[in-house]
């Protein structure tokens, strides 16, 4: 669906890339993330693949067609939910949809029912200068998807939200894929990447540093151990090593004689890999939120 080959993009002005040869592909049905800290490339990659910044290099093809060929069809095809809200503040939340559905060459999805969606119902016929930060965003995210688009951009979707409301989204973002949209995460949040994403892309600097599922890179990266955690008089903890306890005579006698709390394996988060690899850690908003 995207393939990217030797993508370099220098900002006017700048001596340094901002983004440095980087190549990945994305299939259909895909959820394929960027990770990285502030800076490292990831919204200047997805202004590249969304046109809103033109004068790269390398090759882009989206939907088999090179992106510098397709014209303003393009944005029938394509669903931006953008990093901090947009909207035009004297207009409602319905107002705001309704102006936007009709920049598009093709039929929109029911915008009250998805606003009802998005948890914006009662809100709809609120001017959005009366919204607050989580309400913007799922504006925003209702804005992307009117034109029922086949690829989705968004740039930290949940930021803001509070936990109700940041995994209703999330869950619309599997249904998404479900439906066969191809989608490209781009965050920091290594919680929503673990959650939601087939593969990520480590970027820093301008560059990938790894690429895989998550599954595959917490695995690598972690450490071979299981712990097991049992009461003798208090609680105990012991690790093991994953390749061998299945014969490790002390781990069966404590399984069968003890009253076992808990077993877990030591695997690394997508913050432990990204440290690993990089050097730097991801910021994680964990159970910070703004939305009020």
Same mark, same amino acid.
């Given at each position: 669906?995207?393939?990217?080959?030797?993508?370099?993009?220098?900002?006017?002005?700048?001596?340094?890339?901002?983004?440095?040869?980087? #190549?990945?592909?994305?299939?259909?049905?895909?959820?394929?993330?960027? =990770?990285?800290?502030? *800076?490292?490339?990831?919204?200047?990659?997805?202004?590249?693949?969304?046109?809103?910044?033109?004068?790269?290099?390398? %090759?882009?093809?989206?939907?088999?067609?090179?992106?510098?060929?397709?014209?303003?069809?393009?944005?029938?095809?394509?669903?931006?939910?953008?990093?901090?809200?947009?909207?035009?503040? %004297?207009?409602?939340?319905?107002?705001?949809?309704?102006?936007?559905?009709?920049?598009?060459?093709?039929?929109? /999805?029911?915008?009250?029912?998805? =606003?009802?969606?998005?948890?914006?119902? +009662?809100?709809?016929?609120?001017?959005?200068?009366?919204?607050?930060?989580?309400?913007?965003?799922?504006?925003?995210?209702?804005?992307? =998807?009117?034109?029922?688009?086949?690829?989705?951009?968004? +740039?930290?979707?949940?930021?803001?939200?509070?936990?109700?409301?940041?995994?209703?989204?999330?869950?619309?973002? %599997?249904?998404?894929?479900?439906? *066969?949209?191809?989608?490209?995460?781009?965050?920091?949040?290594?919680?929503?990447?673990?959650?939601?994403?087939?593969? /990520?892309?480590?970027?820093?600097?301008?560059?990938?540093?790894?690429?895989?599922?998550?599954?595959?890179?917490?695995?690598?990266?972690?450490?071979?151990?299981?712990?097991?955690?049992?009461?003798? *008089?208090?609680?105990? #903890?012991?690790?093991?090593?994953?390749?061998?306890? *299945?014969?490790?005579?002390?781990?069966?006698?404590? /399984?069968?004689?003890?009253?076992? /709390? %808990?077993?877990?394996?030591?695997?690394?988060?997508?913050?432990?890999?990204?440290?690993?690899?990089?050097?730097?850690?991801?910021?994680?908003?964990?159970?910070?939120?703004?939305?009020?």
């Amino acid at each position: 669906m995207i393939q990217v080959n030797q993508l370099t993009f220098t900002y006017p002005g700048k001596e340094k890339e901002t983004i440095q040869g980087i #190549s990945f592909s994305i299939e259909k049905g895909e959820i394929y993330g960027f =990770l990285g800290p502030s *800076g490292a490339g990831k919204s200047t990659t997805q202004k590249i693949l969304t046109r809103l910044i033109t004068g790269f290099e390398g %090759r882009v093809k989206v939907m088999g067609k090179e992106l510098k060929e397709w014209g303003d069809a393009y944005f029938n095809h394509i669903g931006v939910g953008f990093e901090l809200p947009n909207h035009y503040p %004297r207009l409602t939340g319905l107002e705001n949809l309704q102006l936007f559905a009709s920049l598009y060459d093709k039929p929109v /999805v029911n915008l009250n029912s998805l =606003l009802s969606r998005v948890g914006l119902k +009662d809100a709809a016929k609120q001017k959005t200068s009366d919204y607050s930060k989580g309400m913007k965003m799922r504006l925003n995210f209702a804005r992307a =998807l009117i034109h029922d688009p086949e690829i989705l951009f968004f +740039d930290e979707p949940t930021s803001g939200l509070d936990p109700v409301n940041a995994n209703n989204l999330k869950d619309m973002i %599997r249904e998404l894929k479900a439906q *066969g949209k191809t989608i490209f995460l781009t965050t920091h949040n290594m919680y929503d990447a673990d959650e939601l994403c087939d593969r /990520v892309a480590f970027i820093h600097n301008g560059q990938i540093m790894a690429e895989d599922t998550p599954g595959y890179l917490k695995m690598k990266y972690g450490k071979p151990l299981l712990t097991l955690e049992y009461m003798d *008089g208090q609680p105990v #903890s012991r690790n093991f090593n994953l390749k061998d306890f *299945g014969h490790d005579e002390e781990f069966l006698a404590l /399984v069968r004689q003890k009253d076992i /709390v %808990r077993v877990h394996s030591c695997e690394a988060s997508l913050n432990d890999v990204f440290v690993k690899i990089t050097g730097k850690k991801l910021v994680s908003f964990s159970d910070d939120y703004t939305e009020r």
